[in-house]
Structures are given as structure tokens and as C-alpha cells.
């Protein structure tokens, strides 16, 4: 025979992690269904194995069908006689000898008439009842386990038990409910303390609030030492938290689940009104003795009463059976009150907020909830440890601890670099979180932060003492009160880049000691294109400004720090300015760059800044600088930069800049340059490379104090002899043109540390060339074909300097 444990093995799930998803009434149900299965099995073993019918010839025969009957045996009782049927012989008055009657059928004829009675006569419920009972269980086992098997919903529970089971197991889960435990009990030791201090202790209340909380910290520092989860362990809770994450998203779209587990609960509920219903009707023809009609002339009698022997077992079974069923049913019915009484399509973690204090898990909906209701009738611990999975509060804390074990004090100690200002700079790229060793680096001058996403920078920054400078590059940063009082005192710049108006912090406004301000990203959004600058009064000293932004005017908020701003720089990437009103009450500008504002003339707002020392307008669209005239009301001008630009010609009246210093005027289309240039005596620095010169006027020697001159990238042929008697220059740039030959006065630059010749038709160099006492042979940039025809002694000369 087949073990009854078989059938359950293949109608019920084998996974035994499925047991939190059964309700008691589930157990309960199932374990009646095994008994039910074994009531089937064990009559299915005795209809098997027994006889299943004896019939004797019934010798009482009515002249009529409905005469024929078998009452007399099942009637029969012990003080009545049925001596007139037997043979009897009398040997004494009190003493009757009784013989019994003889048939004249042989065995074949009885076990036809056994076969064909059974078949005829016995009820069909009374035949088949072990059978339909084994039937029926198996459809109630397969109801019950159906949503386990079936692939829509499978997966889905097998991937909800195993993640369930993890979070349940996870060291990360004790330690964020045990830390928050923590901090809430150090929150009301504070409060009680607050509460039950005197008026005169009020003094003190700062000091005996920093004394509880670290005496707290001292009680808790053993404990969480030993609950700290190694770098294994954080990668795990870590994975588990983006699984929880994605099983979340799958699972709460749909409720499949759901009704899956309705219509299975439905279906046993029809099952069980059907089987209660013809159970009742039809037990009572399950009949000990039953009367069978067979045709006479096969044995000579024509009715035969026929016991069926397992009769009366089958009938207490089925009385057994019908009980079974009916506990079964009224389970199923509870499960359907339990299905649409409550609301199991929303799941409140309201309780487990209150328990645990982390007050962001979420209320989840659909089959999630659905399978987290279940799990609560299973034990409601699993839903409690799983909501931790669920709380970004909490993972944000597991990410800043897998970040602190990630990034040691060491690690980040040798990542510090010099940055252009000569500070030392700490820069972090792409990590989850800001890791709380950085604030352990206290020589960190700087600190760079790119592409990190909510940043909280907490009080520990106290620590970095000497902090100068943060740049937050698309690193939104929140700034709590310990930590705002610090960088309000000691930060001097300030660089940040963003996405949107909305990502400038206004934390920044209120930075009195800030020096330097470098902002980069839209500051007006799609609607109005207007600027969007909060008022800048708040830092009283700005000094440096840089916009690196899509503005059509310059912010007003810029005139707050009009007094104090020395430096105000606009990148524009291309979109044109076109109101200058803000620019002329800078006052005290002494540097103004306005680079990529597809600028066709100087801004008149320009001429009106009185200590203006240096002005930029690279990138830009200009042709012509006429106006460059009315540059003479800025007396203080030294530095003008008009590179990257369009312009064919430098007027004449460019003498009148008797300050100039520097021009920069290359990556233009000049063809010419106005012998009044000249004029500008206090040149050092003059750059006209990559323009279309063909010559130099001879006047170019009256520039005595001319340091740089780079002609590059032109159509020179020649170059005058008075440019070499521009003794002070230390760098000569005559690359890339079509110079043929070099003067022999090229010696008297005795200053001159780099000359740059390659890229012209030089046939040969100079040997005066060794006279430029300071120009070493690595300065000196030409073919290696015209280095190889220099003397040996002159190479030499220049290559031991």
C-alpha cells in the first residue's frame, strides 16, 4: 500500500519555510485534511483487502416484486422462532435437533451471485465512499497548497519567505533597533532631567545635559562595540536592502496573491457545503443487508438477501468523515470572514513606529501587506524585524556604517593632494554617504564632494580646525546648528555645483566669514528666466564672485556686496547678456571676466567702474572694440583679455590706455597691429598668438618692459631688429610661422628663459643664441634637425645651465 504520507507529498508544498504564510486555521485545516486523507486510505485498504459481499438464496418469495424483501433478517430477534422454516427432529418433549437447510448451488453459482449482487444491489455510496473520500482530501490539500504552486504566485511567495527569513536573521536588524532604543532612552533621561530641575539649576542645564548624554554613551560604547557588523555582514544587510526594495515595487502593483487565496478558500468552502449535503442524503443507504434480485433460471431462486459486511464500518466512517468536514468548513468560513472583514490590502507599521522609534517606515498596500498580515497570524516578530528593511532612515545609518568600515582614517589620509590654492584638499567622488572617519583627518584644509547625494555634514566637523574650503559638486548638503556655527567661522570658500535653483542651500546666505563664492548651475528656472540669487547682504566678506550659469542679466542681489566684492566672474556657456544695470554699483570691482556672454561690444556698464584693474571678455562675439576709448575713465586698468574672439583690428586710440600691463588679444583675426600699441610703454605681458599677422612694426622696440611676447601661430616672415632690444623678455613665442631666419641679436636677451621657434622655415640658429645666459637647452623649442647643427660647445653651454 502507498503510505498515507505519500498522497501528502504530493498534493502539499515541501518547502517548510511556507509555514509562515499559514494561519492556525490553515495548520488546523491541513491536519484535519490528513485525517480525512486517512480515513479514505484506511477504507480504501479494507475494501481492498475483505471480501466485499456473502448472499444467501432468500426462500420467502412473494408472488409480487414489492413482496420480495429481506425484513425478516434484518427484524430477527432472539425470542422469535423460525422453526416452521427449518428441518427439525424431536427426540425428546424439550429437545429439538435442527438441520440446517441445503441450497443445492455450488461455490461458482455463489460467487457469481456474490459479484452480481454486489454490483446490482449494494448503493453506489456505500461502494465507493473510500474512494471519493480519498478524492475529496486531496482536492482539499491541493486547494489549500494551490497559490504555493502555481507560477504567477510561487515565485513570489518563495521570494517573500527567503527575504523575510533573512531580515529576520540579520545582525543589522538588532543593532538598528537596539541603537535607536539608545537614543531614546538618552532622549528621556534628558527630558526627566529638564523636568525635575530646579530653578537654580537652570544655570547649568547645558552642562548636565552633554554630562547625561555621555554617560549614556559610555554605558552603550561595550554593547555596540560588540554588536559592530563586519564588512561582510554590512554588504549583506546592504544587498537585503535593495532586494526589499525591488520586491516591494513587484509585489504592491497587483494583488494576485490575494485572490489567488480567496478563490481557494471559496472553492473548499463549495467543496465542503457539496460533500455535507450528499454525505447526509446518502449515508443511510449504506445497508448491512440488502436484497438482490437474479434472474431464476441461472440458480433456480430468484431473490437472494445479501450482507454487506463493511456496511456498518463505512457508516461510522462516514459519520466520522461528515464531522471532519463540517470543522473543515467552518474554518474555511472563518478564513473567508477573516478575508473580507478585515482590511488586508494595507498593512500599518503604525504600532512597530511606536515600538521602535524609527518613525519613516512606510505603510505598504496590496499583496504586500497581504503577506505581511499572514506572517503576523504566523508570528508577528517577522513583520516587526522586517519593517526595518523598509526604513531609509535605517538604511541610511547601515550605508554611513558600511561607509565608516569602508573609508579608515588611513585610507582617506592618503587621498589628501595639494589643490590649486595649496590647500590640502580631501576629495571624495560617487560614495552613498559622507563617511564620519573624514571629520577623524584633521589637517583636512579643504574638502571636495562630488557626485555624493544627501550629504548631512554633522557636528563633528567641529573637528577639522583648520577647514578653509568645501566644494560640493551635485552634492546637496544639509547643515545642522553645530555645524553651520563652525563653517560660519572658519570657512573662507565656498564652490558649488548644482542642477537647479532649488539645490542651492540657504545655509550658504548666511556665511559672514566667506571670502570667495563659486556657484555653477541654472539659478533661473523654465518659467522665468530671471535670476534667481537670494539677497547677498549677509556676507559682509565676499570678496570673489564666480556665476557659472545661463543668465540674460546680472542678479541684483549682486549690489548687497557691492562695497566689498574685488572679483566678480560670469561663465555664461553661450547664452547672451543683455542687462548690465547691477554692474555699474560695484564699486570696488577690481577684476570683472564676463566669458561665453556672446558679447558684440564692451558694455558701457564696464567704463563706469572706476577701480576696475583687469577686465576678461573671452569667448565672446566681438569684432570690433572701438569703445575700447572709454576704457580710459578706469584709470586703474593694468590687465585686458579680448581673447577668443572675432577681432580683425586694434584701434589706434588703444594708446590711451597708459596703465595696460597686460593684452591679451590672441585667437582673433588681426591682421595688423596700430604702431600707437606701442605707446602702451608698460606692456609685460602681450600675447597676439594664433591671429593672421604678416609683420611687426619696427616700433615694437619701444616696449622696454615687455617680459612675454608670443606672435605664434601667425604669417610672420621676419621680425624687426628692434624687437630684440627688448631686453627684460623672458619669454619668446614665434612658433609656427614662416620665419626664415633668426637675427644674431637674438644674444642680447639676456634675460630670456624660454624661445620657442619650432614650426618655421629655420634653416640654421645662431651660435649668439648662447648668450641668452638664462635659456637652458630644454627651453628651447625647435626641430631636433636645427638643434643638431648647433656647435657642440653651444649645446653644451646650454645644456649645463
Known amino acids: 500500500m502507498i503510505p498515507v504520507n505519500e498522497f501528502r507529498n504530493i498534493v502539499s508544498e515541501q518547502n517548510p519555510q511556507f509555514r509562515v504564510l499559514k494561519p492556525w486555521w490553515d495548520v488546523l485545516s491541513e491536519y484535519l485534511g490528513i485525517a480525512m486523507l486517512m480515513i479514505g486510505v484506511f477504507g480504501c485498504t479494507v475494501q481492498l483487502t475483505q471480501d466485499k459481499i456473502s448472499c444467501l438464496p432468500n426462500r420467502l418469495t412473494g408472488l409480487s416484486h414489492g413482496d420480495r424483501d429481506c425484513n425478516h433478517i434484518r427484524q430477527h430477534k432472539e425470542n422469535e422462532s423460525l422453526w416452521e422454516f427449518a428441518i427439525t427432529k424431536h427426540l425428546s418433549p424439550n429437545i429439538v435437533e435442527v438441520f440446517g437447510r441445503k441450497n443445492g448451488l455450488d461455490i461458482h453459482q455463489y460467487e457469481f451471485v456474490n459479484h452480481f449482487c454486489y454490483e446490482r444491489a449494494v448503493h453506489w455510496y456505500g461502494k465507493y465512499f473510500p474512494y471519493l473520500v480519498v478524492i475529496h482530501s486531496m482536492i482539499f490539500m491541493v486547494a489549500s497548497s494551490f497559490w504555493f504552486k502555481f507560477p504567477g504566485t ?107 487565496y480567496v478563490l481557494q478558500t471559496v472553492l473548499k468552502v463549495f467543496k465542503f457545503a457539496l460533500i455535507t449535503i450528499y454525505s447526509i442524503v446518502l449515508v443511510p443507504n449504506i445497508q448491512i443487508v440488502v436484497m438482490c434480485s437474479v434472474p431464476p433460471d441461472l440458480t433456480g431462486f430468484e431473490a437472494f438477501c445479501c450482507n454487506y459486511n463493511k456496511a456498518h464500518l463505512f457508516s461510522k466512517l462516514a459519520y466520522c468523515y461528515i464531522c471532519l468536514v463540517g470543522v473543515y468548513g467552518l474554518l474555511c468560513i472563518y478564513s473567508l470572514y477573516w478575508l473580507f472583514h478585515r482590511p488586508l490590502k494595507e498593512y500599518s507599521f503604525e504600532a512597530v513606529r511606536l515600538e521602535t522609534g524609527i518613525n519613516d517606515i512606510p505603510d505598504v498596500k496590496n499583496d504586500f501587506a497581504f503577506l505581511l498580515h499572514l506572517s503576523d497570524q504566523y508570528d508577528a516578530l517577522y513583520s516587526k524585524r522586517f519593517a526595518v528593511f523598509l526604513s531609509e532612515v535605517s538604511e541610511c545609518r547601515l550605508r554611513q556604517m558600511n561607509l565608516n568600515n569602508e573609508w579608515t582614517v588611513d585610507k582617506l589620509r592618503a587621498r589628501l593632494s595639494r589643490n590649486a590654492s595649496e590647500r590640502l584638499e580631501l576629495h571624495l567622488f560617487m560614495l552613498p554617504g559622507l563617511p564620519d572617519t573624514v571629520f577623524e583627518v584633521s589637517e583636512v584644509e579643504s574638502l571636495k564632494l562630488e557626485m555624493i547625494s544627501n550629504v548631512t555634514v554633522p557636528g563633528s566637523v567641529t573637528q577639522l580646525a583648520a577647514l578653509q574650503e568645501m566644494s560640493l559638486i551635485n552634492s546637496p548638503a544639509k547643515l545642522p546648528l553645530p555645524a553651520f556655527n563652525h563653517l560660519c567661522e572658519n570657512l573662507k570658500v565656498l564652490r558649488l555645483t548644482f542642477e537647479g535653483p532649488d539645490q542651492v542651500p540657504q545655509w550658504m546666505y548666511n556665511l559672514q566669514n566667506m571670502e570667495e563664492l563659486h556657484l555653477s548651475g541654472p539659478l533661473s528656472n523654465e518659467l522665468s528666466r530671471s535670476p534667481s540669487l537670494n539677497p547677498l547682504r549677509e556676507l559682509k566678506n565676499l570678496r570673489v564672485l564666480t556665476l557659472r550659469s545661463n543668465l540674460i542679466k546680472i542678479p541684483p542681489s549682486i549690489v548687497d556686496v557691492s562695497n566689498q566684492l574685488l572679483r566678480l566672474c560670469v561663465h555664461n556657456e553661450g547664452t547672451r547678456l543683455q542687462v548690465f544695470n547691477s554692474l555699474k554699483k560695484l564699486v570696488s570691482l577690481a577684476t570683472l571676466e564676463l566669458t561665453g556672454c556672446c558679447l558684440e561690444r564692451i558694455p558701457s556698464a564696464v567704463f563706469s567702474l572706476s577701480h576696475l584693474q583687469e577686465l576678461d571678455l573671452k569667448e565672446n562675439r566681438l569684432i570690433t572694440v572701438e569703445e575700447i576709448l572709454s576704457l580710459q575713465h578706469c584709470r586703474r586698468l593694468t590687465t585686458l583679455k579680448l581673447w577668443h574672439n572675432d577681432i580683425s583690428y586694434i584701434p589706434e586710440h588703444v594708446s590711451k590706455l597708459r596703465a595696460l600691463e597686460t593684452l591679451d588679444v590672441s585667437w582673433n583675426k588681426i591682421h595688423k597691429l596700430p604702431l600707437r600699441l606701442c605707446y602702451c610703454t608698460k606692456l609685460r605681458h602681450l600675447d597676439l598668438s594664433h591671429n593672421q599677422l604678416t609683420s611687426l612694426p619696427s616700433e615694437i622696440g619701444v616696449l622696454q618692459c615687455l617680459q612675454f611676447f608670443s606672435v605664434a601661430f601667425n604669417s610672420l616672415e621676419s621680425l624687426p631688429e628692434e624687437l630684440f632690444s627688448c631686453k627684460r623678455l623672458k619669454v619668446l613665442a614665434l612658433g609656427n610661422n614662416s620665419i626664415s631666419t633668426l637675427s644674431p641679436r637674438i644674444g642680447n636677451l639676456a634675460q630670456l628663459v624660454r624661445l620657442e621657434l619650432k614650426g618655421n622655415r629655420l634653416e640654421s640658429l645662431p651660435v649668439e643664441i648662447a648668450d641668452c645666459l638664462l635659456l637652458k637647452l630644454a627651453a628651447l623649442i625647435v626641430e631636433d634637425s636645427l638643434m643638431d647643427l648647433l656647435p657642440s660647445d653651444v649645446k653644451d653651454r646650454l645644456k649645463h645651465r
Request: proline letters at 2%; aromatic letters at 6%.
Open 154 to 260: 510561487s515565485s513570489k511567495i518563495e521570494m517573500f519567505v527567503i527575504i523575510l527569513g533573512k531580515c529576520f536573521d540579520s545582525p543589522w536588524t538588532t543593532r538598528a533597533i537596539s541603537e535607536v532604543s539608545e537614543e531614546r532612552r538618552e532622549e528621556r533621561m534628558v527630558v526627566w532631567r529638564k523636568n525635575t530641575m530646579t530653578k537654580s539649576d537652570t544655570g547649568n542645564d547645558d552642562d548636565m545635559v552633554s554630562l547625561i548624554r555621555s554617560s549614556v554613551k559610555d554605558q552603550k560604547s561595550p554593547e555596540t562595540a560588540a554588536s559592530l557588523l563586519d564588512k561582510k555582514e554590512g554588504e549583506q544587510a546592504k544587498a537585503l536592502f535593495e532586494r526589499v526594495k525591488k520586491f516591494r515595487t513587484h509585489v504592491e502593483e497587483a494583488d494576485l496573491l490575494y485572490l489567488m
